[in-house]
C-alpha cells in the first residue's frame, strides 16, 4: 500500500514539473556591437523578476521566463549607453529571439562615429550614418563624409570618388551587405558622374579601413567601404527635399517580424550649382535610382533576402561659351572660347542579389550569396569651338586695366566621340562564421564570370595656327591630333577564397591578434596571387586601469592607449580598364598590381574640459610593385596597360574628435603623404629613350587637413551650425603626352568651406505632441547651406592651348563657385 501511495506521488511530482516546463518559454539571442562583432560580459537583467546574468564570450544569452507575461529587459556595458527592450507575453515552449545593438561612442551631429567592442582593427573607422542628412553636399553621395577622415581625400565636390593614402578611384573597394560594387567606366568629368550608390537612410552602419585590412576583403590596393543597410522591426519613413534633389525611403515589417522591407528612390540634379562654372550652356542633367531590400525569415535561423538597385544617369549638354582667366599678377591671360554642338552621356546600371543565411546554432553562421551587376553606357558628343587668346592688362593706372590689351592667337578644335561599353558580372560564393571559444573563424569562396563589350569611336582635332583647312596626309586623307576606333571584348572568370581569425590571446590587456590568407586567379592571363594578412593589437595600461576602477576610485588611471599593427600583402588583379592602352588595345599579359602594407598606429581616450576626446596616430609604408601607369583628367583614368612600375607611399595621418562644443562633436584630420613610381620604358616625342628615375605619382598630395565643427545657440539648441573644411595641396600634372616623367608641375591647393545652418522644427523624441504635424511627423528640420563660403576657384584639371608662337598655355578647368541651397527633411 505504501509503496503504491509512494508511485502515485512520484507520478504526481513528474506531472507537476512537467506542467511546469510547459509553462515556461525561451529567450535568446546574441549581443553586438554596431560592426555586428559579439559583446561579452554584457550585464543582463530581466526587470521584474530576480533573473539577470551576462552574455558569453560570443555574445550569446538565454533565459527561460514565465509565459503569458511581457518582460522589459535591460542591457548595459562600460562605454556604452544602456539599452532597454521590450518582449511581448510568449506561448508555452515558445523561443524568443533578440539579437542586441550596443553603441560604443558619442554622438555627432550629423553622424555617429563609434569604436567597434576592443576599439578595432588598424586604420579603421565605424560609422553610424543616422543623420547624415544634413551634412552640406553638392554631390548628394554618402562618401563626402569619408573625405573628413585622414588619409582620405577628394579635389572634387561633384565626385563621390575618393582617393586613400596615394591610390587612385580603381583601388577602393565597396561592399553593400557582402555585395561588390561597381563604378561605371565612362564618366569623365565629376558632373556626369550621378549618384553613387549608397543612399544614406537605408544604412545601418559602415565601416571604412585605410589600409591594412583583413583578408575576408577583396583583392583592392588602397581601401575598403563596408556597408550594412538595415534589418528594420517598425515602419519608418524620411524625405529630404532640397533645390538640387529628393532622396525618400521607408521601411517596416510584418506583424511577426518574419518579413521585412527598405525602399528607397532618389532623383538628383546638379545643373543649379554647373551655373557657375566657367562654361556656359544649357545644362540638364537627371539622375535618379530606386533600391530595394526584401527579406523573409523562413525560422529563427533561416533567412533569405534580395538586394535591388536600378539607376538611370542622363547627362546633356549643349555648350555656348566659355570665358577664363588665369595667369600671374604680371602675367595674365584670358581665353574665350564659343561653341557649337552638344554632349550626352546615359548610362544604365542595375545590381540584383540574394542572399540565404543559415545559423544552425549561436555560434555558427552559413551565408550564400548570388548577385548580378551589368551596365550599360553610351557616350556620344560633338563639340566645335573657336578660341582666342589675349593678354590681359596688369597695370593698374591703365583705364583697361583688367581687360583684354592684346591678342595673342586663334584656333579652332573639333571633338567627337560614338562610344559605347557594355558589362555583365554575375557573381556565386559562400560566407561562413563560427565562434569557438576565443576565437572568430570567417572564410569564404566565390565563382565570378565577366563579360565586358567595348565599342570605340573618337577623334579630335586642333588647329592653334589660325588656318581653317587642315593639313593633309598622302594629299587625301586629313591628319587628326588623336583618332581611335576599335571593338573590343572579354570573357573571363575569376575564383576566390580565404580564411581568417582573430583571436583573443590575452583578455587583460585585449591582446587581440587576426591573422588570414587570401587567393584570386583570373582566367584572362592564367595569373594566381595569394595574399596573407596580419593585424595585431593591445591596450598596455587597461588592466592597471580596470583594477583601479574596482578598488581606488579617487586614484588616477594611466592613459588610456591602444596600440595596433598591420602587415601584410595586397594585390590587385586587372578589370577592365587596366587592360586597354591609350591606342585601343588589350594587353593579355598584364599581372595583378601588388602593395605590401605596414601600419603601425595608436588611439588615446582623454578628457578635456571635462569632456571626452579621442586621438588618432597612424604611420604607414606600401611598398608597391608591378604598377600600371597612368593619366588623370578630372575623373578619367586612362591606363598605359603595362606593369613597368614600382614605387612606394609613406605617411602619418593624425586626427581628434570630441565635445569641442559640450553636447555636439566635431574633429579634425591631417594627413602627411608622400608617393614616387619609378616608370621603365618610357619613350620622348622623338622617340629616346626617357630614364628611370623616381618621379610623383599622380597621387602625390604631400598635405591635406579636414574640419567638421559644430554649434548651436546657447540658448536654444534647435539652431544648429555645421561647417565642412577641406584643404588639399596639390596633385601633380603636365601636358596630356604620355610621358610620366613630364608630369611635374602642381596643380594649386584645394581649398573649400561648406557651412550648413538648421532649424529643428520638431526634435526627434519629443513627448508631447499636441497639434496634427507632431502626431504625424517623428522629426523635422529645415536648413540653409552655402556651398564654397569663400568663392574660392578651385582647378581639377587643364586645357593646353597653343598662340601662333608654338607656346603652350595651361588653361584651368575650374569647379563651382558659390551657391545656396534650401533643404528639409521630414521623418514619419
Known amino acids: 500500500m505504501f509503496m503504491k501511495k509512494t508511485i502515485l506521488l512520484f507520478f504526481i511530482l513528474i506531472l507537476s514539473i512537467l506542467k511546469l516546463t510547459a509553462q515556461e518559454a525561451i529567450i535568446y539571442g546574441t549581443v553586438q556591437d554596431s560592426s555586428g562583432k559579439p559583446v561579452p560580459d554584457v550585464n543582463i537583467q530581466i526587470l521584474g523578476t530576480k533573473l539577470n546574468g551576462l552574455s558569453e564570450n560570443d555574445g550569446s544569452f538565454s533565459f527561460k521566463v514565465k509565459t503569458g507575461i511581457a518582460y522589459d529587459i535591460v542591457f548595459s556595458f562600460v562605454g556604452s549607453a544602456s539599452k532597454k527592450l521590450k518582449v511581448p507575453s510568449l506561448n508555452a515552449n515558445q523561443k524568443y529571439k533578440l539579437d542586441v545593438f550596443l553603441d560604443f ?6 553622424f555617429i562615429f563609434y569604436e567597434e567592442f576592443g576599439r578595432g582593427k588598424a586604420s579603421s573607422y565605424t560609422i553610424d550614418p543616422r543623420k547624415a542628412s544634413s551634412l552640406p553636399n553638392v554631390s548628394g553621395s554618402f562618401e563626402k563624409i569619408l573625405t573628413t577622415l585622414p588619409g582620405v581625400s577628394s579635389n572634387n565636390e561633384l565626385s563621390s570618388q575618393y582617393n586613400v593614402r596615394g591610390g587612385n578611384f580603381d583601388e577602393n573597394l565597396v561592399y553593400v551587405n557582402d555585395i561588390e560594387i561597381y563604378r561605371p567606366f565612362l564618366p569623365r568629368s565629376g558632373q556626369q558622374e550621378g549618384l553613387s550608390f549608397i543612399h544614406s537612410e537605408l544604412v545601418q552602419n559602415v565601416k571604412f579601413s585605410a589600409g591594412g585590412f583583413e583578408a575576408r576583403y577583396g583583392d583592392k590596393l588602397s581601401s575598403v567601404l563596408d556597408i550594412k543597410y538595415k534589418d528594420p522591426k517598425k515602419f519608418a519613413s524620411s524625405v529630404n527635399v532640397g533645390l538640387l534633389g529628393v532622396m525618400a525611403h521607408a521601411e517596416g515589417a510584418s506583424k511577426n517580424y518574419r518579413f521585412t522591407y527598405l525602399l528607397g528612390t532618389r532623383y538628383w540634379s546638379n545643373a543649379y550649382v554647373l551655373g557657375t562654372l566657367d562654361v556656359k550652356g544649357d545644362y540638364k542633367p537627371s539622375f535618379y535610382d530606386v533600391q530595394t531590400l526584401l527579406t523573409y525569415h523562413f525560422t529563427d535561423n533561416l533567412s533569405l533576402s534580395y538586394l535591388g538597385s536600378f539607376a538611370q544617369n542622363n547627362y546633356f549638354f549643349v555648350p555656348q561659351n566659355r570665358e577664363t582667366v588665369f595667369g600671374t599678377v604680371k602675367a595674365a591671360y584670358q581665353l574665350q572660347i564659343y561653341f557649337d554642338g552638344a554632349d550626352l552621356m546615359s548610362y544604365q546600371t542595375s545590381t540584383h542579389a540574394a542572399s540565404l543565411v543559415y545559423k544552425p546554432n549561436l555560434r555558427t553562421q552559413l551565408k550564400f550569396i548570388a548577385s548580378s551587376f551589368s551596365s550599360n553606357e553610351n557616350e556620344m558628343f560633338t563639340v566645335e569651338g573657336a578660341y582666342r587668346l ?134 584572362f592571363n592564367n595569373e594566381t596571387v595569394i595574399s596573407p594578412r596580419f593585424q595585431f593589437s593591445f591596450e598596455p595600461n587597461r588592466k592597471f586601469n580596470r583594477q583601479l576602477l574596482g578598488t581606488d576610485k579617487t586614484a588616477k588611471p594611466k592613459r588610456d592607449w591602444l596600440i595596433k599593427t598591420a602587415f601584410g600583402w595586397y594585390y590587385q588583379p586587372p578589370f577592365y580598364r587596366e587592360l586597354r592602352n591609350f591606342k585601343g588595345e588589350l594587353n593579355s599579359n598584364i599581372k595583378a598590381q601588388k602593395a605590401i602594407h605596414y601600419v603601425l598606429g595608436g588611439d588615446m581616450n582623454f578628457k578635456a574640459w571635462g569632456r571626452p576626446f579621442k586621438f588618432v596616430a597612424e604611420a604607414y609604408y606600401k611598398q608597391l610593385e608591378n604598377l600600371i601607369p597612368y593619366e588623370i583628367d578630372n575623373v578619367r583614368i586612362r591606363y598605359m596597360a603595362n606593369n613597368n612600375s614600382n614605387g612606394y607611399a609613406g605617411g602619418l595621418d593624425l586626427r581628434v574628435n570630441g565635445e569641442f562644443v559640450k553636447g555636439a562633436e566635431s574633429w579634425a584630420s591631417l594627413s602627411v603623404m608622400k608617393t614616387q613610381e619609378k616608370i621603365t620604358g618610357q619613350k620622348d616625342i622623338q622617340g629616346n629613350d626617357v630614364p628611370a628615375v623616381y618621379i610623383p605619382r599622380l597621387t602625390d598630395q604631400r598635405v591635406t587637413f579636414a574640419i567638421f565643427f559644430q554649434d548651436y545657440l546657447r540658448g536654444n539648441k534647435h539652431y544648429r551650425m555645421n561647417l565642412n573644411l577641406v584643404y588639399g595641396t596639390g596633385f601633380p600634372f603636365g601636358a596630356p603626352d604620355q610621358n610620366r616623367n613630364n608630369d611635374l608641375n602642381r596643380i594649386p591647393s584645394y581649398r573649400r568651406v561648406d557651412i550648413g545652418f538648421n532649424k529643428v522644427l520638431i526634435p526627434e523624441g519629443l513627448k508631447k505632441r499636441n497639434t496634427f504635424w507632431k502626431r504625424n511627423i517623428q522629426s523635422a528640420w529645415i536648413g540653409l547651406e552655402i556651398f564654397n563660403l569663400l568663392g574660392v576657384n578651385n582647378t581639377i584639371s587643364y586645357i593646353w592651348i597653343e598662340d601662333v608662337e608654338a607656346n603652350r598655355f595651361a588653361v584651368p578647368n575650374y569647379l563651382t563657385n558659390r551657391r545656396v541651397n534650401l533643404r528639409m527633411m521630414l521623418k514619419f
Open 105 to 110: 561612442g558619442v554622438e555627432l551631429d550629423p
Open 390 to 523: 589675349s593678354d590681359i592688362e596688369t597695370d593698374m593706372g591703365s583705364d583697361d586695366f583688367a581687360r583684354a590689351r592684346s591678342l595673342r592667337g586663334v584656333g579652332y578644335f573639333i571633338n567627337n566621340a560614338r562610344n559605347k561599353i557594355s558589362a555583365t558580372v554575375n557573381n556565386v560564393g559562400h560566407r561562413g562564421y563560427l565562434t569557438k571559444g576565443k576565437n572568430q573563424i570567417q572564410w569564404g569562396a566565390f565563382f565570378q564570370t565577366e563579360k565586358i563589350q567595348d565599342k570605340l569611336h573618337e577623334w579630335y582635332y586642333d588647329d592653334s595656327s589660325g588656318f581653317s583647312r587642315p593639313p593633309l596626309v598622302n594629299d587625301s586623307l586629313f591628319e587628326l591630333n588623336s583618332f581611335l576606333s576599335t571593338k573590343l571584348g572579354i570573357n573571363s572568370y575569376r575564383l576566390n577564397a580565404y580564411i581568417q581569425n582573430t583571436q583573443i590571446l590575452n583578455k587583460d590587456y585585449n591582446v587581440e591578434l587576426t591573422y588570414g590568407i587570401r587567393a584570386n586567379y583570373w582566367s
